[in-house]
């Protein structure tokens, strides 16, 4: 994904915006809100992010370029397929607990720019970033030979995707991560060999 060059006051501007969109949803914060919390005027804010919509972009790439680099750095760890994957959940995890419901249901809804960010990130991060773990997981024994890798991830992806969004409307107490959760052991047991889950259920109860 193309980098973005934030500036020390662009990114306390996108450090306070993201988390109040993250608390309360998208459409229901305010520049005033966010510039009262920076304890700036909002023309300050305006100088660097012409309308709320580029806010929310940029938010949204700043937050997926912290993010690629935690994947980065689980994957230069050179871990198995399975311990990998779990680690992976985890960061996951971290992102999923910040959320309130309305969070992706308004950039979907609401910010088409900003939801478009986000699929292209699923398309060269995070697709590849799974078929990779499958391809090395069924080449080392721990995944089953007979999953067509590609599908799989689609089949993932498209999951985890519609989980997601039928959370954000349905009236559940369940947080946003436990629905991962549950998500993340649901794939990892169906694609499992015997000897991967040995792995899986070494960890997977930590997890």
């Not at 988390?19 to 804010?45: H, N, P, Y």
């Amino acid at each position: 994904m193309p980098k973005e060059h934030f500036s020390h006051l662009d990114i306390k501007m996108l450090e306070v915006a993201s988390t109040l969109f993250k608390v309360k949803g998208v459409k229901s914060v305010t520049i005033d809100e966010i510039a009262c919390q920076l304890k700036m005027s909002k023309k300050t804010i305006y100088q660097h992010f012409n309308t709320k919509a580029q806010l929310v972009n940029n938010c949204v790439s700043w937050v997926l370029e912290m993010k690629e680099k935690e994947i980065l750095q689980v994957l230069q760890l050179k871990l198995d397929p399975i311990t990998e994957m779990l680690e992976l959940g985890k960061l996951n995890v971290e992102t999923f607990r910040m959320f309130s419901k309305n969070t992706l249901k308004d950039l979907r809804n609401f910010y088409p720019e900003a939801w478009s960010i986000i699929e292209v990130f699923k398309e060269q991060i995070i697709y590849p970033q799974l078929l990779s773990n499958l391809n090395s997981g069924i080449q080392q024994g721990f995944y089953r030979d007979n999953i067509q890798a590609n599908i799989v991830v689609y089949m993932y992806i498209g999951l985890l995707d519609s989980v997601i969004m039928q959370h954000s409307v349905l009236k559940t107490e369940t947080l946003l991560d436990e629905v991962y959760k549950e998500h993340l052991k649901m794939h990892m047991y169906s694609i499992c060999s015997e000897k991967g889950r040995n792995t899986l259920e070494q960890f997977v109860n930590k997890f």
